[in-house]
């Protein structure tokens, strides 16, 4: 089955303890992008990627960190958590940026800081 | 100029109504233009899109209007039924930008039986 998948998908954790939410694609999908949705402001981008290797920051950038070793991966790190980063995360995946295309987002990883 | 106006934020409809979300844009280049539909602890999945050179596009009982010189598209749900109760967000982006999917923030809809 295709799909984005993301770990974990809740999560408590405090202030300042870093952390990593797994992001992975079984569709050979180029780009892949991580989101935060909030209540009153809709699905912000955080971090992108066109291919491996290549990351670019989003609307909303500080305070997170991505890497993209390889096509299928793209884990979003949060080295120093703050109260305010609390929110429900997801990624997203699509086949190629050449002509607008369709994002497949994962199921959401929720997360609160203490 | 990359923002994306929607409206309204939440909307009750009775079964067999219908529903209409509306979103306007301010971007020129802008030239695809999507509906997420999301369920309660789900992601957002594509629901419907439209490209400017055509000013409606039908899927079953749901249908996007768009008004190029406005600036302005539509989603019509017709026939509304309980199932359809989800928050709806348009969305719009340009070839060439596609990493830039900029989102409206969100209509809750919810569906009376």
Known sequence: EAQVTQNPRYLITVTGKKLTVTCSQNMNHEYMSWYRQDPGLGLRQIYYSMNVEVTDKGDVPEGYKVSRKEKRNFPLILESPSPNQTSLYFCASARGLDVPETQYFGPGTRLLVL | ?113
């Open chain 2, 1 to 113: 100029q990359q923002q994306v106006k929607q409206s309204p934020q939440s909307l009750i409809v009775q079964k067999g109504g219908i529903s209409i979300i509306n979103c306007a844009y301010e971007n020129t280049a802008f030239d695809y233009f999507p509906w997420y539909q999301q369920f309660p602890g789900k992601g957002p999945a594509l629901l419907i899109a439209i490209r400017p050179d055509v000013s409606e596009k039908k899927e079953g009982r749901f249908t996007i209007s768009f008004n190029k010189s406005a600036k302005q598209f539509s989603l019509h749900i017709m026939d509304s039924q309980p199932g359809d109760s989800a928050t709806y967000f348009c969305a719009a982006t340009w070839q060439g930008g596609s990493e830039k999917l900029v989102f409206g923030k969100g209509t809750k809809l919810t569906v009376n039986p």
